[in-house]
């Protein structure tokens, strides 16, 4: 599955990325989910400091893209 979500502009900054991803990582604990990956760009600051304010693991960057890992 795919977990997305946009904040609007005048939200940003706020802290609401690194809530909405804790949220949706609680939810796949309650699933008994053992690790989850996930990617973000690579010249996407705010998306990726979010995945790695979660505990993202840094595993690979192809092509202009990170790719991360999050022990649960």
């Avoid at 949706?24 to 053992?34: F, S, V």
């Amino acid at each position: 599955g795919n977990l997305f979500y946009v904040i609007r502009k005048s939200f940003r900054g706020k802290g609401y990325g690194n809530r909405i991803l804790e949220l949706g990582l609680d939810e796949l604990r309650k699933m008994n989910y053992k690790e989850v990956y996930c990617q973000s760009s690579s010249n996407n600051i705010y998306s990726f400091r979010v995945i790695e304010n979660n505990g993202g693991i840094l595993i690979d960057e192809v092509n202009g893209t990170k790719y991360y890992k999050i022990n649960l």
